[in-house]
């Protein structure tokens, strides 16, 4: 069975190097006959606020809806983001708040602290793009964003293994840079293909 692989771009711009990152990933995973799914964060029109937390649940837009669906789907998935300010752009952390909702991602216990990971089976991959050299982000914040994503949501979860790509400096980075960073892309997908594909 061939892989089935949910791809999204976490970039709240229509043209990013996020953007060309997914296209090339996309293209390895299809050298290898695997599926492909792919969400857009500039095309999903949702409200971005939880305002009633867990408390009260607000009715999911179609958009959210088709996220969930995708993510369900598939046995891997690749998130491709910016980091802004040490994390990921605002509209997609309001993405992830919204949607991966209790009963959904996860199920508290009710007797103790932890909690159902309801996404098993799945692994997860993440291309992260920055202005900030990756020894320098390591050494003076011991790189929060290479976390967040991989601890904090997908492994909450379930989604595990996850592998993490960072992509830097991009306010240096000529036209030869960007390619080989394409070609790496391109490498990752099939490989994840190949991987899921045997799973």
Request: charged share 25%; aromatic share 12%; hydrophobic share 40%.
């Amino acid at each position: 069975m061939s892989a089935k692989i949910f791809t999204w771009v976490g970039h709240p711009a229509s043209d990013s190097l996020s953007h060309a990152l997914i296209a090339a990933y996309e293209k390895g995973v299809e050298s290898q006959n695997g599926q492909v799914r792919r969400l857009r964060l500039d095309q999903m029109d949702f409200k971005m606020n939880l305002s009633e937390g867990y408390n009260q649940r607000m009715e999911l837009e179609a958009d959210l809806l088709a996220w969930q669906k995708a993510l369900t789907w598939c046995t891997h998935t690749c998130w491709a983001y910016p980091m802004w300010w040490g994390s990921m752009p605002a509209k997609m952390k309001g993405a992830i708040d919204r949607a991966l909702l209790p009963g959904f991602g996860f199920s508290y216990h009710e007797t103790d602290p932890f909690w159902d990971r309801l996404l098993k089976g799945r692994s997860g991959e993440v291309m992260i793009t920055a202005d900030t050299p990756d020894w320098f982000d390591r050494l003076t914040s011991a790189s929060p964003v290479r976390k967040q994503v991989k601890k904090k949501v997908m492994e909450f979860v379930g989604i595990k293994p996850v592998r993490t790509h960072y992509f830097a400096a991009t306010r240096y980075a000529d036209e030869k840079k960007i390619e080989g960073w394409k070609a790496r892309a391109f490498k990752a997908g099939a490989r994840a293909a190949r991987r899921t594909d045997r799973s």
